[in-house]
């Protein structure tokens, strides 16, 4: 349990001293006014401002880090087209322009000196 920084044995104390110097008749109005007043400002515009402000600067190394890796891998884009020119299609475009082919597709058929049909074909 955190509340505004507060743990919960240092919560504990300040009630006791509460409790000790403005008694336990007073320690009611004084819960209630502390109550109203921390309402009102978690409700304010102020605190909200507040928060978005305390959050931004939470998150800020990790977003400047963000946009460094983000200017470096186009820095690295910038210099690989520099470097080569060339367009380069995506691995899976590459897949479906080329369908996959068997080596043996690409080997010539051995003549075994048997004539074939084409062959018997083009002597006729």
């Known amino acids: 349990m955190d ?4 743990g919960a044995s240092e919560l504990i104390f300040i009630i006791l001293i509460a409790i000790i110097v403005l008694g336990p008749k007073d320690m009611q109005k004084a819960g209630r006014t502390i109550g109203r007043f921390l309402n009102q400002l978690m409700r304010s ?3 909200k401002v507040f ?5 931004e600067l939470r998150n800020l190394p990790r977003n400047l880090m ?3 890796n983000m200017e470096m891998m186009e820095a690295e884009k910038d210099l690989r087209r520099v470097i080569d020119p060339r367009p380069n299609p995506s691995p899976s475009s590459q897949s479906r322009q080329q369908p996959q082919s068997n080596e043996t597709e ?4 051995v003549d075994s000196g048997k004539p074939t049909e084409n062959n018997s074909d083009e002597n006729a």
Do not use: V
């Open 3 to 6: 509340i505004f920084g507060i």
């Open 45 to 47: 515009d102020g605190w």
């Open 51 to 55: 928060q978005k402000t305390s959050n």
């Open 66 to 68: 963000r946009e460094a």
């Open 106 to 109: 690409n080997i010539p058929p």
